[in-house]
């Protein structure tokens, strides 16, 4: 069976010719694999918390815009209604990144005010939330084989 092309592994042999490897021992990951493989042990077992921003709207009306846009390009909205609010009267609360929400404001050169994405703003907070990530998770082979390279090493037991 074959890896298919983003689960490519490379052979890192410095010192070929001193030491014998066994199959998977210096196997380096490349590619999208080895960005998660990164990640993973970057966040392992770490806290980080975040900043976001909980923004309070009236959505847009779909009904009051005469197009739509899409792959295809501009498309005619067949809802469409001449006189139709530009926002609804309903509220809804949507979660935005920090980069988000300072994307999400338009001013126009025709007008006095601004325009935000999504909806006429209301009110926003913002906020933070802890992140907690869990440790990182290896079969027991790879767990013996770290306690056999580092015997003095001081971890838990996992349960398999």
Known sequence: MKNPPFFKLFRFDPEASLEVFSSNKGLVWAGYPANIASRLTDMGNKITT???YEVLRNPI???????RYSLLGKIPNPDYVDRAPFYLTTTEIVEL????FAQSFVMYDHKDDF?????????FKRKER??????????EKVYEGLLAENPGLNICRPIF
Do not use: D, H, R
């Open 97 to 100: 990144t920090e980069s988000q």
């Open 50 to 52: 975040e900043n976001y």
């Open 61 to 67: 009306n779909p009904k009051a815009l005469k197009f």
């Open 130 to 139: 802890t992140i907690i990530y869990p440790p990182i998770l290896v079969t």
């Open 115 to 123: 325009f935000t994405i999504g909806g006429k703003m209301i009110s």
